[in-house]
């Protein structure tokens, strides 16, 4: 966003509500991490409940959709790209720390993982909000989902 608006945590799963904020006319909902695995059965229930609830929203424009360029899809990042292509919610997958790989690790990774998910070039993005890298890209391909929702009426 250009600025901190969030809070963050180095442990996944801190986060156990969901938080809106908005920039400018857009809202934007941050929703809990997969570190939410850990919980309780009941919390787990209620974040799916939540993660559909958010979906349905006629007004969504899109999901950016976080991942470790590192890791392999996990399974409940297949169960996510699932409920996606189900409702047909249109994603960005924004790869996070690709400056941990080297150059040609990271262009690896990002074709294997674009592959792994079923997504086109053009909804990926390698990012490292360390050094800057992709976060342009990833703001302009946000904008774009968001002209593209307000033009289609939603």
């Given at each position: 966003m250009g600025r901190r608006i969030a809070k963050t945590s180095g442990t996944p799963g801190k986060t156990r509500?969901?938080?809106?904020?908005?920039?400018?006319?857009?809202f934007f909902l941050d929703l809990p991490g997969y570190g939410y695995s850990r919980a309780g059965k009941a919390d787990r229930t209620a974040f799916r409940r939540l993660v559909r609830h958010a979906l349905d929203r006629a007004r969504l424009a899109g999901v950016v959709w976080l991942l470790d360029i590192r890791h392999e899809p996990s399974a409940d990042d297949l169960t996510m790209q699932d409920l996606l292509a189900e409702r047909?919610?249109?994603?960005?997958?924004?790869?996070?720390?690709?400056?941990?790989?080297?150059?040609?690790?990271?262009?690896?990774?990002?074709?294997?993982?674009?592959?792994?998910?079923?997504?086109?070039?053009?909804?990926?993005?390698?990012?490292?909000?360390k050094t800057g890298d992709g976060i342009p890209d990833l703001r302009e391909a946000i904008a774009g989902l968001v002209r593209g929702a307000a033009n289609a009426g939603g």
């Open positions: 509500a969901l938080n809106v904020f908005q920039v400018e006319q857009t047909e919610t249109r994603a960005l997958a924004a790869l996070t720390k690709g400056d941990k790989l080297p150059r040609e690790e990271r262009r690896r990774r990002e074709q294997e993982l674009r592959t792994a998910l079923g997504l086109p070039e053009d909804q990926v993005i390698v990012t490292s909000a």
